[in-house]
Structures are given as structure tokens and as C-alpha cells.
């Protein structure tokens, strides 16, 4: 049975810093794409960031430059490494593969940029 369990979420004032983390288990980690998304109240979940198997990154246009996807594969575990957050960087957020499969979803962790 697979689980991705999100952890590391929570209130943040603008500007500030989170660090989400994502452990996987029942699937052979190493081996798989990871991704990062995010879904905000009233919208589609998007995708935000990815890392292939060899550590290769992807970013959506509205975090580059501010989010960093690193994977530990000894771990299996993928994190979200957040910065210069913003009010509109607000949402649930949750790993996947990438591209993503529709039962590995989990409960994801709620980030709340306000002050």
C-alpha cells in the first residue's frame, strides 16, 4: 500500500520561510519523478515543482526562483524547501509522482502566508 505523508506546513508571515517534507512508503521511491503540488481554495491543484529520479528540477513559473525540490532517495523522502513566501503562495499542499497518480494522493499540509 502506498502512503505519501506531507509534514512541515503552518502560518507564516510574507516574506518568511517553510520547509515541507514528504515521506513515501510501498513504492520503489528512486525510481519515480516526484512532485510538489498545491491546490488554494476555489482552484484547479497545480503542479509547483518536480524532480526526476536523477535529481533534474522543474518549476512553475509563479515559485522559481523562490521554492527548492530536493529528494533524499535513502530516506524516501522529497522536500519543498519554501522562501520569500507570499499571501498568494496559500493552499494545501501535497506530493505525488509526477505525473501524478490518482491514489497516491494524501492528506497533504495547509500553508497559510498572512500577517
Known amino acids: 500500500q502506498v502512503q505519501l505523508v506531507e509534514s512541515g506546513g503552518g502560518l507564516v508571515q510574507p516574506g518568511g520561510s517553510l520547509r515541507l517534507s514528504c515521506a513515501a512508503s510501498g513504492i520503489i521511491f528512486r525510481i519515480y519523478a516526484m512532485g510538489w503540488y498545491r491546490q488554494a481554495p476555489g482552484k484547479q491543484r497545480e503542479l509547483v515543482a518536480a524532480?526526476?529520479?536523477?535529481?533534474?528540477?522543474n518549476y512553475a513559473d509563479s515559485v522559481k526562483g523562490r521554492f527548492t525540490i530536493s529528494r533524499d532517495n535513502a530516506k524516501k523522502t522529497v522536500y519543498l524547501q519554501m522562501n520569500s513566501l507570499k499571501p498568494e503562495d496559500t493552499a494545501v499542499y501535497y506530493c505525488?509522482?509526477?505525473?501524478?497518480?490518482?491514489?497516491?494522493w494524501g492528506q497533504g499540509t495547509q500553508v497559510t502566508v498572512s500577517s
Open positions: 505525488n509522482t509526477d505525473p501524478a497518480k490518482y491514489d497516491y
Open positions: 524532480i526526476t529520479s536523477r535529481g533534474s528540477t
